[in-house]
């Protein structure tokens, strides 16, 4: 009979192989309809924090002109 220590079978511990995440909050103004608040628009990896002013840049023209926010958007993709 093989003594079990009392404590039953070990078991291996489980580590968690994700760490917290590094994300940037890239906060923009209104400039109409300004309330005084900055209104959190866009949660980005810290990776991609660099290209924050083009991702704005393309949200403020795609009305105007949706063919060049498009590629401004998925030219990182």
């Known amino acids: 009979m093989a003594s079990g220590g009392g ?19 890239a906060i923009t103004m209104r400039t109409e309809g300004f309330s005084g608040e900055e209104e959190e628009s866009e949660l980005v ?7 924050v002013p083009i991702l704005r840049a393309a949200n403020a ?10 590629l401004c958007q998925y030219t990182y993709k």
């Open 45 to 51: 990896p810290s990776s991609l924090a660099p290209i």
């Open 7 to 25: 404590a039953g079978p070990s078991r291996p511990q489980r580590q968690l192989s994700m760490g917290p995440r590094n994300l940037s909050r």
């Open 61 to 70: 023209i795609e009305d105007d002109n949706p063919r060049v926010a498009y």
